[in-house]
């Protein structure tokens, strides 16, 4: 069983930046992409980012391209999230994940606990 923790959440005025960071247990983190994805209140679950197992490639959503940044190291089983230029709409509960295989638009696997962000105005 793979055990995701987020971590660096908080409160952040409009226009800041923050950075996550999910550290991961197990063996297969190098094999396998991982993903953020967050849950604002009374909306469903959505996708914000994933880089495959080797780092080469990255996904994003059209809400966050250009604002935020995945990044891992493998030698530390981490996966980063900075965001910059952050809305009040980034507000929510951001979830690590770890997906099945090595490709980014490999299906998720394990979920972390999440980490809430809350951006004010």
């Known amino acids: 069983q793979v055990q995701l923790v987020e971590s660096g959440g908080g409160l952040v005025q409009a226009g800041g930046s923050l950075r996550l960071s999910c550290a991961a247990s197990?063996?297969?983190?190098?094999?396998?992409?991982m993903a953020w994805f967050r849950q604002a209140p009374g909306k469903e679950r959505e996708f914000v980012t994933s880089i495959s197992r080797n780092g080469d490639s990255t996904d994003y959503s059209g809400s966050v391209k250009g604002r935020f940044t995945i990044s891992r190291d493998n030698a530390k089983n981490m996966v980063f999230l900075q965001m910059n230029s952050l809305k009040v709409e980034d507000t929510a509960v951001y979830y690590c994940a770890q997906n099945s295989g090595g490709s980014v638009y490999s299906s998720v696997l394990y979920w972390g606990q999440g980490t809430q962000v809350t951006v004010s105005s």
């Open positions: 197990g063996r297969s983190f190098s094999s396998r992409a």
